[in-house]
């Protein structure tokens, strides 16, 4: 067996020792923080599904040794349930994860400006984003009127076309989606990042 092996090994068995002296528990405080950060998670992704009514009761009916880490499990679920919506629906559930992250805070001013910042973000991109495709949409209209009228032309047949039937309309799209997504995305982390500070 090589020394590096064996050595290995060696680190192992005394791991394993560790662990039975401990009672068949680790006894390392990290992986026990990791757990219970893992927890909160859990209990923060529950109470998103409506399955647990107040993260703050949770937090309150735990050890208060265990508090820090599952607040930071809990935090780092609620942030990541906040995101640049598509549609109106989606702010749905980015909103009662702000709500969370509001329980979690308590009621410092600092983080009701934050988080309402953060609410202000996810509103104008979504009036943004649907201000552009209008703009898009009619650009390519005036086009299409024109590719309509060629193919009646050629094909005795008239036919109406949405934007979207343009061949570089998604193209375009694309792009300006990119555009509003890395400008409205980092105004949004930086938030994200400051409330994660704060809790």
Do not use: C
């Amino acid at each position: 067996m090589s020394d590096e092996i064996k050595s290995t090994m060696e680190k192992v068995m005394e791991r394993l020792a560790a662990m039975d002296a401990a009672g068949g528990a680790t006894a390392d405080p990290d992986y026990r923080g990791e757990e219970r950060q893992r927890d909160g998670m859990r209990q923060a992704a529950a109470y998103l599904r409506g399955e647990k009514a107040s993260l703050a009761a949770l937090l309150a009916a735990s050890p208060a040794e265990a508090q820090p880490d599952l607040r930071r499990g809990m935090a780092l679920t609620l942030l990541r349930n906040i995101f640049l919506p598509r549609d109106e629906e989606q702010l749905g559930p980015a909103e009662k994860a702000m709500t969370g992250l509001l329980e979690l805070a308590g009621t410092g001013g600092e983080m009701l400006r934050l988080l309402g910042d953060m609410k202000k973000i996810l509103e104008q991109y979504l009036t943004h984003r649907r201000q552009l495709r209008q703009q898009l949409a009619e650009q390519f209209a005036q086009q299409l009127a024109m590719l309509e009228g060629d193919l009646a032309r050629r094909t005795g047949v008239a036919m109406k076309l949405g934007p979207e039937q343009h061949p570089k309309f998604q193209e375009e799209w694309q792009r300006i989606q990119d555009e509003l997504n890395s400008q409205y995305g980092r105004a949004l982390d930086q938030h994200k990042q400051q409330v994660e500070h704060r809790i």
